[in-house]
């Protein structure tokens, strides 16, 4: 029995909605029916722009009719076609042009990253992560560690929750500082952490970083499209990210990278090369030593897969008209419907583990339903209730800005209610 008043005040939310109207412009999963499917995992998969097709079908063509010459004569020649992401990427990142590049795959630009800025001694070689970090970080990390010849063991620093906590403080991470700072030479930290949705303030992690002289990374897989991370003001030395989840560009496709603007033209760096982070005026002499492009352009490898690229282009172009501080003002807003709804059930059977702050989260809540097990993810997930489930209790929900309705929540919470009924 759903209940008509809410129903009724979630669609009166919808209606005043000032971006409701780009849900049409994605492609929404139908069960068999033809019923919308619910949801709230774009923390994960982000749902397909309706024009992604166009653009990637502009490609198919230019390839088609130009073969090779695409790379100068289509539409949007391919030489330089990771150029035209850049402006869009660096606002939704809050950085610079010069900064920002989309190239590769996430744990790819990490290990790029780390081997620019990864530079240990024997005295100062140890690597800072969260307890929780997500899997691949931590298996970049902890192989950094070995190919410089350190034992993970003692070479990897776990920023932990206190005992009967899930969430990190910033006091304990300052502590580690004071404790170990002269052994550490990078914190690599989820700028919004994948399990809690725990979004850390970059600007203190870095200027705690920077205090012992340590390096700053932070990975923003679920940072990226969700919170504004102001990179360039935080002073983070570099991010990396994916643009699958949040960003909506299709599976597997490119990540981004940010270096800051401080070692735009820094050559003392080491650095991992290819080709295209070559000066692009002498790209095809082909025998000059490399010269980096200036700022992150010349970390690239590899000339890029135009058909991801042209799917990343559409997805921006959504972001950059929407703009993220609207994004973010109605995420706010929609998450903290979906907040109230979970609050009624009462802390004794839903207890929320992301924080309660709208500054200190994104999208993202992460609910542990008590006594529950998988059982629980399986039949919201029959009811095309799309969430995700994380060992050992978790179950993550991303209502998104972008696509999702406040009636969407509603419905949600109210299958929720049934299946907890039963
Ligand atoms: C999704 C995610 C990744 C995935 O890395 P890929 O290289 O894109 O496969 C890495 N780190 C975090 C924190 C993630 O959430």
Redesign the pocket.
């Known amino acids: 029995m759903v209940n008509k008043t809410v129903l009724e005040h979630a669609q009166f939310l919808d209606k005043n909605d000032e971006l409701a109207s780009y849900r049409e412009l994605f492609h929404i999963p139908k069960d068999k029916n033809g019923n919308n499917w619910i949801y709230l995992c774009g923390n ?1 998969l982000g749902l397909q722009p309706k024009s992604v097709k166009k653009y990637i079908n502009q490609e198919l063509e230019d390839w088609k009719n130009l073969g090779v010459e695409g790379h100068f004569e289509a539409k949007k020649p391919w030489m330089p076609y990771h150029e035209f992401l850049t402006e869009s990427m660096a606002k939704v990142v809050g950085a610079k042009p010069i900064e920002v590049v989309v190239m590769n ?4 630009n ?1 290990h790029l990253a780390m081997v620019s800025f990864y530079k240990p001694t024997k005295k100062k070689f140890k690597i800072v992560i969260e307890s929780d ?2 899997p ?2 931590r298996y970049a990390v902890e192989s950094q560690l070995k190919f410089h010849g350190f034992d993970p063991v003692n070479g990897l620093i776990e920023w932990k929750p206190r005992v009967g906590e899930e969430l990190l403080r910033i006091d304990d991470l300052r502590q580690i500082i004071a404790d170990q700072g002269d052994e550490i030479a990078l914190l690599m930290i ?1 700028g919004v952490n ?1 399990y809690t949705g725990q979004f850390f303030d970059l600007k203190k992690i870095a200027a705690l970083g920077h205090s012992i002289n340590a390096k700053v990374g932070i ?1 923003l ?2 940072g990226v499209g969700n919170i504004q991370p102001n990179l360039h003001d935080a002073n983070v030395d570099f991010a990396v990210w ?1 643009t ?2 949040y960003l909506n560009s299709g599976p ?1 496709s490119l ?1 981004g990278l940010f270096i800051h603007e401080k070692y735009a033209n820094d050559i003392t760096l080491n650095r991992f090369t290819g080709w295209w982070g070559h000066n692009k005026n002498t790209r095809f002499n082909m025998r000059h030593d490399f010269d980096p492009i200036p700022g992150a352009e010349g970390w690239q490898l590899s000339n890029p897969p135009i058909l991801s690229m042209a799917a990343i282009n559409a997805s921006l172009d959504i972001f950059n008209e929407v703009g993220m501080d609207k994004l973010r003002e109605k995420s706010i807003k929609l998450t903290g419907y979906l907040e109230f709804l979970l609050s009624q059930f009462g802390e004794d059977i839903i207890r929320i583990i992301t924080p309660k702050n709208p500054e200190k989260r994104g999208c993202q809540l992460s609910i542990q339903v008590i006594n529950a097990d998988k059982s629980l993810h399986r039949k919201l997930m029959d009811a095309h209730v799309i969430c995700d489930w994380r060992e050992p209790d978790v179950i993550r929900v991303a209502p998104i800005p972008l696509y999702n309705s406040f009636e969407d929540v509603f419905n949600m919470v109210e299958v929720l209610k049934g299946i907890l009924n039963e």
């Open positions: 994960s795959t996430l744990t790819t990490l970090a997500f691949s970080d989820g994948y990975d897989a679920h994916c699958y989840k597997g990540g």
